[in-house]
């Protein structure tokens, strides 16, 4: 992370992709497609000297009419990073000699989808690109199941999958019995 970020996050989708925000957003959003900020790796010490509690609630005050139902905080993330990508500004001191200046921190890091496989990403239609590149290159480091996509057997096999391995293996067997507890249960699907 730079000094200045505080938060990584993964894209709302994929490139090539068109998102939520980009077909329904009415708000600003950070970058082409939004972040999704189900999966949240936080520096809350950066965040306290960013001021983040005042700016959030700033943002909240000024767009609270645009927030759509059930959207909670990743509303108002979008919106307050889209303010802080990182602008490079040229400025001029008082003896007129030129000087860069970082207009806005840049809040935001992103991650790959590998670090946020959401259902989505498994989810294709209209011959969009289908995948999660980092996922198929590196493997999956965390997947993250929204509504009823663990519990979801005919749209979504692969999470409904993972859903059994976990809830067939006891949490009370020690760390090594337990992966291999797993390794046992995901060979035999």
């Not at 840049?106 to 989505?120: A, K, M, Y």
């Not at 239609?125 to 980092?134: E, F, G, I, L, R």
């Amino acid at each position: 992370m730079k000094k200045s970020e505080f938060i990584a996050v993964s894209a709302m989708t994929e490139p090539g992709t068109i998102s939520w925000f980009q077909k329904h957003s009415k708000f600003p959003h950070y970058g082409e497609r939004g972040v999704n900020t189900g999966i949240s790796l936080m520096n809350l010490t950066r965040m306290r000297l960013q001021n983040f509690e005042d700016l959030i609630f700033k943002v909240r005050k000024n767009y609270e009419h645009l927030r759509p139902a059930g959207s909670g905080d990743q509303f108002l993330q979008n919106i307050l990073y889209s303010f802080h990508p990182g602008k490079l500004v040229t400025s001029r001191d008082k003896n007129m000699a030129i000087k860069n200046v970082l207009k806005f921190a840049e809040f935001v890091s992103l991650f790959p989808c590998d670090w946020n496989l959401r259902p989505l990403h498994c989810n294709c239609k209209n011959d969009a690109p289908c995948a999660c590149a980092s996922a198929i290159q590196n493997g999956v480091a965390v997947i993250h199941a929204t509504k009823s996509a663990f519990t979801n057997n005919v749209r979504l096999p692969l999470f409904r999958s993972i859903f059994n391995i976990f809830t067939g293996v006891s949490t009370k067997l020690s760390p090594v019995v337990y992966i291999k507890s797993l390794r046992t249960t995901y060979d035999r699907l």
